[in-house]
């Protein structure tokens, strides 16, 4: 798949409507997870449709990391469902779940690319562990993702000699090597300048267009999110304040929606007395 | 004064409890590192068998130079030592008897294990820990690639292996060092060192100390790996880990080495 066919210069999201009747490929019911014995997400909702670009936007702290890891099955919860393609992700046996998992990627934010392996041994890894494949097809389905993620020439590099940039790319085409119907993204444009941030958003929704994957995109970062999301899901301690569409989240009348979306930090909006309260480390009345 | 009293049998209760997690956590990497080696095949996940040669090269061929020096070293002050002492009642002749038994059954495996422990137990659990921070384990997790049989199970086939073999090596180069010392300081030849040698020393205590370096090669990965899996908060962490792994690994040689002695002793 070379990068041409990858772009599309008439790109297009799916409307309301179709999002709607596309096929249901993640499905979270009545979530709830505890870090011993704190309870972080308060009885999530979630549905995540064929081709749709969900984004999960949240403060520091919101659970969206949390969440995240629920639904690759880092984190089990206490209590609820987690459906992905129409399995449950903790009531299935670990051969089940193995290869549930090789329809899911996952780019994680810091890359998590083996140290010990070059950039290429890094995207074979996957189908080295799960096909039967001969070494040269592998390595050539590797070369293939990385043109997609426009890495190529760099094979033979270490993960310590990329640029932080390239480090998403090359995780971006781990992620996408076994052709995934899910991908899962982690602050795909932390710690990136603009550009190359914007880049990674266009590859992000190049890659729905041409593999037609549903993509979960977990980041705090407003225009990378406008830009990328079909729907997104604003979380805050834990529950879910709204999921919609992008326009739908930013005329959203919900004050801390438009707090999150006009960066306003909780010291603004506290009650000055509470705030005092909080730093002082006195309890509120 | 009760307050504290109390304050300090709680923390001797998690300090307890907390090891005996440990223990458990070894015992459940043993179990499933032997079910992966074994059934992994079956599962299509097979122990890759070049991840271990890797680490059979790291574990036992990188590691020849160091063990060479240092039982070279500790062969001929045996010797020395043994000379010295036995002087005392006129019974130098004797020390190939000292020198053979205890090389063999006692510090050939010690002395590799308590180098394998600061080489190899120290990078594993530095691998696995920089692994878990760098959330690398998490990736081979949702990857579907089990990290068990990913990382572990290699590392405990190559440590099984490769610790028995550097002991036997280790112990013939300190019966070498041992040997080239007496001949010089007592004129005995090699010829007569040898057959003193092989009268002495039978198979049973040769297959004595290398039984006991595999079990080593098992508890320094075990450890190694608990305590990289334990690492938390970063790069200190990572540090912190390392030392602990070590320590302990040296520890558990050092009883488990006492407690085979003295079961070997009375059978």
């Given at each position: 798949m070379?990068?041409?066919?990858?772009?599309?210069?008439?790109?297009?999201?799916?409307?309301?409507?179709?999002?709607?009747?596309?096929?249901?490929m993640i499905?979270?019911?009545?979530?709830?997870?505890?870090?011993?014995?704190?309870?972080?997400?308060?009885?999530?909702?979630?549905?995540v449709?064929q081709?749709?670009?969900?984004?999960?936007?949240?403060?520091?702290?919101?659970?969206?990391?949390?969440?995240l890891?629920?639904l690759l099955g880092l984190?089990?919860?206490?209590?609820?469902?987690i459906r992905i393609l129409g399995q449950d992700l903790n009531a299935i046996s670990d051969v089940e779940r193995t290869k549930l998992r090789q329809k899911m990627g996952v780019a994680f934010?810091?890359?998590a690319?083996f140290?010990?392996?070059?950039?290429?041994d890094n995207i074979v890894l996957p189908l080295r562990e799960h096909t039967k494949l001969d070494?040269?097809t592998m390595?050539?389905m590797a070369?293939m993702k990385?043109?997609v993620?426009?890495?190529?020439?760099?094979?033979?590099?270490?993960?310590?000699?990329?640029?932080?940039?390239?480090?998403?790319?090359?995780a971006l085409a781990r992620a996408i090597v076994m052709d995934p119907r899910i991908l899962f993204c982690?602050?795909?444009?932390?710690?990136?300048?603009?550009?190359?941030?914007?880049?990674?958003?266009?590859?992000?929704?190049?890659l729905?267009?041409?593999m037609d994957m549903s993509i979960v995109?977990?980041?705090?970062?407003?225009?990378?999110?406008?830009?990328?999301?079909?729907?997104?899901?604003?979380?805050?301690?834990?529950?879910?304040?709204?999921?919609?569409?992008?326009?739908?989240?930013?005329?959203?009348?919900?004050?801390?929606?438009?707090?999150?979306?006009?960066?306003?930090?909780?010291?603004?909006?506290?009650?000055?007395?509470?705030?005092?309260?909080?730093?002082?480390?006195?309890?509120?009345? | 004064?009760?307050?504290?009293?109390?304050?300090?049998?709680?923390?001797?209760?998690?300090?307890?409890?907390?090891?005996?997690?440990?223990?458990?956590?070894?015992?459940?990497?043993?179990?499933?590192?032997?079910?992966w080696?074994?059934?992994g095949h079956r599962r299509a996940q097979p122990?890759r068998?070049?991840?271990?040669?890797?680490?059979?090269?790291?574990?036992?061929?990188?590691?020849?130079?160091?063990?060479?020096?240092?039982?070279?070293?500790?062969?001929?002050?045996?010797?020395?030592?043994?000379?010295?002492?036995?002087?005392?009642?006129?019974?130098?002749?004797?020390?190939?008897?000292?020198?053979?038994?205890?090389?063999?059954?006692?510090?050939?495996?010690?002395?590799?294990?308590?180098?394998?422990?600061?080489?190899?137990?120290?990078?594993?659990?530095?691998?696995?820990?920089?692994?878990?921070?760098?959330?690398e384990i998490d990736a081979l997790s949702v990857m579907g690639i089990n990290p068990v049989r990913f990382?572990?199970?290699?590392?405990?086939?190559?440590?099984?292996?490769?610790?028995?073999?550097?002991?036997?090596?280790?112990?013939?180069?300190?019966?070498?060092?041992?040997?080239?010392?007496?001949?010089?300081?007592?004129?005995?030849?090699?010829?007569?060192?040898?057959?003193?040698?092989?009268?002495?020393?039978?198979?049973?205590?040769?297959?004595?100390?290398?039984?006991?370096?595999?079990?080593?090669?098992?508890?320094?990965?075990?450890?190694?790996?608990?305590?990289?899996?334990?690492?938390?908060?970063?790069?200190?962490?990572?540090?912190?880990?390392?030392?602990?792994?070590?320590?302990?690994?040296?520890?558990?040689?050092?009883?488990?080495?006492?407690?085979?002695?003295?079961?070997?002793?009375?059978?």
């Open positions: 070379s990068q041409a066919v990858l772009e599309h210069p008439a790109r297009r999201k799916p409307s309301m409507t179709e999002i709607a009747a596309a096929p249901i499905e979270v019911r009545d979530l709830v997870t505890h870090y011993g014995k704190r309870e972080i997400l308060h009885g999530i909702n979630l549905e449709r081709g749709e670009i969900m984004v999960i936007m949240g403060g520091s702290g919101s659970g969206k990391s949390t969440l890891n629920a984190l089990r919860p206490t209590s609820g469902t934010q810091g890359g690319l140290s010990s392996l070059n950039v290429l070494r040269n390595r050539i070369r990385m043109q993620v426009n890495l190529s020439g760099f094979e033979n590099l270490m993960p310590a000699e990329l640029s932080g940039g390239m480090i998403k790319r090359a982690d602050e795909p444009s932390a710690g990136l300048d603009p550009v190359v941030s914007s880049a990674i958003d266009d590859l992000i929704l190049n729905r267009e041409a995109v977990v980041t705090h970062e407003l225009e990378s999110a406008f830009k990328i999301a079909d729907r997104i899901c604003v979380l805050d301690k834990g529950h879910i304040l709204t999921i919609g569409s992008v326009e739908e989240v930013r005329n959203s009348p919900n004050e801390r929606i438009q707090n999150l979306l006009n960066r306003r930090t909780e010291a603004e909006i506290l009650d000055p007395d509470e705030y005092l309260r909080r730093l002082t480390g006195t309890q509120s009345q | 004064m009760l307050t504290r009293l109390g304050d300090q049998l709680e923390r001797m209760g998690r300090s307890a409890s907390s090891g005996f997690a440990e223990f458990g956590l070894g015992a459940v990497l043993l179990f499933q590192s032997l079910f080696i074994v059934m122990v068998i070049e991840a271990t040669f890797e680490r059979c090269m790291e574990v036992g061929i990188m590691a020849v130079p160091i063990i060479t020096l240092m039982s070279l070293t500790i062969g001929m002050m045996l010797a020395i030592q043994g000379i010295y002492s036995l002087r005392i009642f006129g019974a130098e002749e004797q020390v190939v008897l000292g020198v053979g038994m205890s090389v063999v059954r006692e510090f050939g495996p010690l002395i590799t294990g308590i180098l394998v422990a600061g080489r190899t137990g120290s990078s594993l659990a530095a691998r696995i820990g920089t692994m878990r921070i760098s959330q990382i572990v199970a290699p590392a405990l086939i190559a440590m099984v292996i490769m610790v028995p073999t550097l002991t036997f090596w280790s112990s013939l180069v300190m019966l070498t060092g041992a040997g080239w010392y007496i001949s010089l300081d007592l004129g005995m030849s090699a010829g007569a060192y040898i057959d003193r040698l092989t009268e002495i020393v039978k198979v049973g205590d040769v297959m004595h100390g290398i039984g006991k370096s595999a079990l080593f090669g098992m508890l320094i990965t075990l450890v190694g790996v608990i305590n990289g899996a334990m690492v938390s908060g970063g790069a200190e962490g990572v540090g912190r880990m390392t030392t602990r792994s070590v320590v302990l690994s040296i520890c558990a040689i050092i009883v488990t080495d006492m407690i085979f002695a003295f079961i070997a002793t009375r059978s």
